[in-house]
Every structure is written in C-alpha cells, then in structure tokens.
C-alpha cells in the first residue's frame, strides 16, 4: 500500500496493510460511514519454543478509526492466527493473534483517534462534544484524560519563551476536578496537562523543570485567578504576568455589575434611578459608538422618561 494513503488512514503499523486481495475496493464508502478493509499479518515465532509459528486463518476485528470524510470510520482488519502445535519443545499448543500498533490491545479505538481527542480538548469544548464530534463514547474521552500523562513526555530541561496555562475541567478523575493545561503560545501545541489546579500541586509540579528552564521564561499568559500570581513570580522570576483577553472582560463586567448594584440600591427598591439601572443593564454595557440617541422607546406609558 502507498504510503501516503497510510498516513491519511492515520496508520503507523509497517505491517497494516488494505486488503486489496479480498476486497477490489478496500475503502469502501457507505452513506453513513466509511469501512476500511485492512489485514495483518507477519512472521511470529512461538513464545514457549521461539520457532517460526503456523498461519493458521484470520480472525477480523472491527474497530474505530480516525473520521475520514467527516463520516464515522469503521476499520476492519482481518489478524493472522497463528500456531504452534505440541512438540518435544514446545509441549502445549501455543497460539496467538497478530497484533496492530496503532491499537492497544483489548482496545478498540484506534491511537489516532485519542490524539485527536487530545488536540480537540485544548479547545474549549465539553467532553460529551467532543465525543460527539469523535464518534467515541464520554467514557472513551474521560478515559483519554486520565491516561494524558503517559503521553505527553515533557523535556525539564527546556521550557518556551512563551507559556500559557489555563484550566479546565477534568472531572472527576483529578483530585479537585479541575485540571490546567499547559501550553506554548507560539506554536499553540499542548506541552502538558497538570492533574491538579491547586497551588502546591502546581508548584511542585514546575520545580520539576530545571532552574535555567524557568529562567528562560519570558512571559507567562495566565487567567486573573490571583494565588498564581506569586507562584509564577516565585517559579519564572524573569517572566511579566499576561492577563488572557476573557478573562480581563469577564473580570471588568463582574466589577462594573456590582457597582451598578451599589448605586441602585443607595438609590433605594422602586425609586427611577433604581429601576432604570435594573432594566437597562444592557444599554451600560453597549460601546458608546453603538448607542441611538434618537430613537426613544417607553416601556410602559405611565413609566417616567428616563
Ligand atoms: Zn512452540
């Protein structure tokens, strides 16, 4: 099989090959979804005696694999069986079944689909969207979160001029449910996910990365949640602190909403002042460019102008 098509196919197992023996057209495209028709075979020696095994038929196993055509992909792959009858060596019948690497065992979602599950949760998506989107069950992309670790390998000896971290929720399978991501601002590639939010954990878990790594920091995009603060001073001494662009609105609405509230009810429940300041909240979030002077609409016709 042409190697290009491999890699659209997301395979990376030398040996997992398109049936074109038994199949004319091994990509087959329904209206619903896509079935690749793959098969696996390669010369395995016996475990127990280390002698080359008997082929010995097919076994065909159907799992997901990456969406092609934005249709659900359904691999289907037929795995050699093997043998490996009782002789003076090997004194049991041994048998066993080909094995693909872009599938772990006894799993049938491919490897692809999880590091596309993995890119995907740097967005701000929930996980029942994601596994919407995936064709995958929300267990499949929990199971995809708790198992982050062992996938990203991050280099304590080197860290980006430019690092973001934020935080999102990871269930129940990180000990406060929340868990941060964190991210290099110039190529928006996920370095690592830290389990936990909290600032200890957070801590300890950056002093992991050598002195001159930290050092090396330029700046450190982080939301408004104050403990970080003095925790990335103390962690990144030479980085300045950005302020992510959401989380400064979302911090100057809730300041201004409050105000509003103080002045309405200094002005006292029921009086003009308070109930313009009520219904028309919206009108002191507006840009003043976007305001119509000329146009004036009562709501009630007892209601005094306003
Ligand atoms: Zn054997």
């Known amino acids: 099989m042409n190697n290009s098509i491999k890699t659209i196919l997301g395979i990376k197992d030398p040996y997992l090959k398109l049936d074109e023996k038994n199949f004319d057209n091994p990509i087959e495209d329904q209206p619903n979804q896509i079935i690749v028709h793959l098969i696996q ?97 929300d267990w499949t992309i929990r199971r995809v979160i708790t198992n982050l670790d062992q996938f990203f390998k991050p280099n304590y000896y080197w860290l980006p001029r430019h690092i973001a971290f934020d935080d999102f929720k990871s269930g129940r399978f990180a000990p406060s449910g929340m868990s941060m991501i964190l991210m290099n601002i110039e190529n928006k590639r996920t370095l690592d996910i830290i389990l936990s939010r909290k600032n200890s954990y957070l801590r300890k878990y950056f002093l992991r990365y050598d002195r001159s790594a930290r050092l090396a920091v330029q700046t450190v995009t982080v939301d408004l949640y104050t403990p970080y603060r003095h925790l990335i001073h103390e962690l990144f001494p030479h980085a300045l602190i950005i302020a992510d662009h959401f989380h ?51 709501s009630h016709s007892s209601s005094s102008k306003l």
């Open 41 to 137: 075979t390669y010369p395995m020696h016996c475990p127990k005696c280390g002698h080359l095994m008997c082929k010995n038929g097919y076994k065909t196993v159907n799992c997901l694999g990456p969406e092609l055509h934005f249709k659900p992909t359904i691999w289907s792959i037929k795995k050699q069986k093997y043998i490996c009858k009782a002789s003076s060596s090997c004194p049991e019948v041994v048998t066993k079944l080909a094995a693909v690497e872009d599938i772990h065992y006894r799993n049938h979602i491919s490897l692809a689909i999880k590091q596309q599950a993995m890119m995907l949760l740097t967005k701000n998506e929930s996980q029942s969207d994601l596994a919407k989107e995936l064709n995958v069950s």
């Open 248 to 298: 400064i609105v979302a911090q100057a609405y809730r300041a201004f909403n409050k105000i509003r509230i103080q002045v309405m009810n200094r002005a006292g429940a029921g009086t003009h002042k308070w109930r313009a300041l009520k219904l028309f909240w919206k009108l002191l979030l507006t840009p003043a460019n976007e305001l119509k002077y000329d146009n004036y609409w009562s």
